[in-house]
């Protein structure tokens, strides 16, 4: 459960150091002929850099992508790679997909807006608006310093870190409040506001916040004040469903078999009630290119409050996440972004500031929650912003 910066990481390193993924192992499978959709292309992105990245689909490291490049300086859509492996047919380029810590970018935005309507107080302890939840153990956390990680709250306890340990209970609930307890038992690993760690309890409690204060489900709360101002007509939380519902693509995790070969294991069913304010959402690109767009314009938190997603604690060195976001600089840009992984799906989404460029793509990796960053991802993220 404990779930650091290592796909926001990775993106960063990739596009500020130039770092290239090197060889890829063979595909351990066929690629299916005409599996990979044609894109069109407008002015500004690099429409023959991103066919490229593309190209490859499926191989050992994604069995299908989806991209959508826009912003003001012009826009690219494209896909590739298979629907499923066994079918072998054309992956669908409108594919719901399980969307991650994108989630974060939603919860931080309604407990935003409730602090534009006075009901929350960012400097106030979170222990003011839950009390009992943290032991005495935890000096005050305010709310900002859950929203920008710094805490100093541990991780809650999964059904494992091994992913056989974790598929074995992939039907099963475990849900934000037996993680929330099993975090609060270990204590705190560091005062408030010392250091800045990227970890899922911060917005598992703020998901409580919300619903403590509004009277209402999280869910509840995010289509109203989130989903349906920004359009995103497609996007639900799953809640304990292990399914996605609507069209969409399959993922695969990739496991390394006795014999030293390796098997691609359906992993598209999977209850992600533990993930819940913190990762559980299912959305498309469309639909998280909407999301940021709309925010980004203050079209959804206001923009006094909205400066809490462009703002990095200064008194932490190295840190890099706000509220919801994480800021980095390549190529004399400063870019605004959040990933998420889940097994079989990995997604990004990152704008500029004043959207003159946005990205957003899932890829269906068959290693999503590995350390290092999906080369098919990798070679998406530098084509969309060189």
Do not use: C
Not at 12 to 32: C, D, E, I, M, R
């Amino acid at each position: 459960m404990k779930t650091r910066s290592r796909t926001l990481t990775a993106v960063a390193a990739a596009l500020v150091l130039g770092l290239t993924a090197g060889p890829l192992a063979a595909p351990a499978f066929a690629s299916p002929a005409g599996s990979a959709t044609a894109a069109h292309a407008t002015t500004g992105p690099d429409a023959e850099a991103l066919r490229a990245a593309l190209a490859s689909l499926p191989d050992s490291d994604a069995t299908a992508a989806l991209v959508r490049v826009g912003g003001s300086d012009g826009t690219w859509r494209g896909s590739a790679g298979v629907h499923d492996l066994a079918s072998g047919r054309k992956a669908d380029p409108n594919a719901l997909f399980r969307a991650g810590s994108t989630t974060k970018v939603v919860t931080a935005a309604v407990v935003l807006q409730l602090a534009a309507e006075d009901k929350v107080d960012l400097g106030t302890p979170v222990q003011h608006y839950l009390p009992g939840l943290l032991s005495s153990a935890f000096k005050p956390v305010t709310v900002r310093q859950l929203l920008n990680h710094t805490s100093g709250i541990r991780s809650g306890d999964g059904f494992g870190d091994a992913f056989e340990d974790a598929y074995a209970h992939r039907f099963d609930t475990l849900t934000p409040k037996q993680v929330v307890a099993s975090a609060v038992a270990k204590g705190p690993e560091f005062d408030p506001g010392e250091q800045q760690e990227y970890l899922n309890i911060n917005y598992t409690i703020l998901g409580m916040l919300i619903e403590k204060v509004t009277g209402h489900s999280y869910a509840g709360e995010a289509a109203r004040r989130v989903l349906r101002p920004a359009g995103m007509h497609h996007t639900y939380f799953p809640g304990t469903d292990p399914r996605i519902h609507g069209p969409h693509n399959h993922g695969y995790q990739a496991v390394k078999q006795a014999d030293g070969t390796t098997k691609f294991v359906d992993v598209t069913e999977w209850n992600q009630a533990d993930r819940w304010a913190a990762g559980d959402m299912i959305s498309t690109t469309a639909d998280l290119e909407r999301l940021i767009t709309h925010l980004f314009r203050g079209e959804i938190v206001p923009k006094p409050q909205l400066e809490e997603m462009f703002t990095v604690p200064s008194n932490i060195e190295g840190a890099d996440m706000s509220a919801g976001l994480q800021r980095f600089e390549y190529g004399g840009e400063v870019y605004w972004l959040k990933s998420g992984a889940r097994y079989g799906y990995s997604a990004v989404v990152v704008a500029t500031r004043d959207l003159s460029r946005t990205l957003v793509y899932s890829v269906n990796s068959t290693d999503a929650k590995g350390e290092s960053m999906n080369p098919v991802a990798q070679r998406i993220a530098l084509a969309a912003l060189k």
